[in-house]
């Protein structure tokens, strides 16, 4: 049984400004729930990331599946930080399931080293470039509540939500 997707916030939401708290040992019944319901809702967008604040839930936990290949790779990234960042700074499109439709450079740190813990409970530390560098960092912004648009000029930031918010209006509409 495939389980049932959850359903992805969109901006403006309270919840997507709210900084997730970290993940204990006591969620392990939520987080085994909520991980495969996160990755249906991730493949369905589809997307290559989603971060628990994406479907309401406030804790420091996201997905990415990045399908090099084309072939399903699934990373589940409890309590993420980033412990170091390149001082070389890349600008690449990046847009988010919680802003549909919505596309703009973002520039962050070309490569971050990430530490986290598995679905096991094991400590791991994993180095990316390229896009998952990107939709790491993407990802742990959601955990503190930063949406790429956060990243932008206040016009652009302004443009892309009156842009969403009449998107939305009309898809409300028909
Ligand atoms: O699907 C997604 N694509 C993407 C492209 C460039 C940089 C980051 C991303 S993440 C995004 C899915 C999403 O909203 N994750 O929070
Ligand atoms: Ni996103």
């Known amino acids: 049984m495939s389980p049932a997707p959850l359903s992805i916030l969109i901006a403006p939401d309270p919840r997507l400004k709210t900084r997730a708290r970290p993940v204990r040992e006591e969620d392990g019944a939520a987080v085994a729930d909520l991980v495969p319901r996160m990755f249906a809702a991730m493949y369905e967008a589809p ?6 604040p994406q479907v309401g839930v ?4 996201c997905v990415i599946d990045l399908q090099p290949e084309n072939v399903k790779t699934p990373l589940v990234l409890i309590n993420p930080s980033i412990v170091a960042a390149s001082e070389d700074f890349v ?4 847009g988010c ?11 962050r740190p070309a490569r971050v080293r990430v530490r986290f813990h598995d679905l096991a409970g094991k400590s791991q530390e994993i180095d990316a470039d390229g896009l998952f560098a990107a939709c790491l ?4 912004d959601h955990l503190d ?4 648009i956060d990243r932008l000029s206040p016009l652009k930031r302004n443009m892309i ?3 969403l918010a009449k ?8």
Do not use: W
Request: glycine residues 12%; charged residues 25%.
């Open 58 to 61: 406030g804790l420091r936990l």
């Open 161 to 163: 939500l009156r842009r």
């Open 145 to 148: 509540g930063i949406l790429f």
């Open 47 to 52: 997307g290559i990331g989603l971060a628990a």
């Open 167 to 174: 998107e939305q209006r009309q898809k409300a509409a028909g």
């Open 97 to 107: 399931l919680s802003l549909p439709n919505q596309y703009a450079d973002v520039t």
């Open 137 to 140: 960092q993407h990802e742990i």
């Open 91 to 94: 600008t690449r499109e990046e």
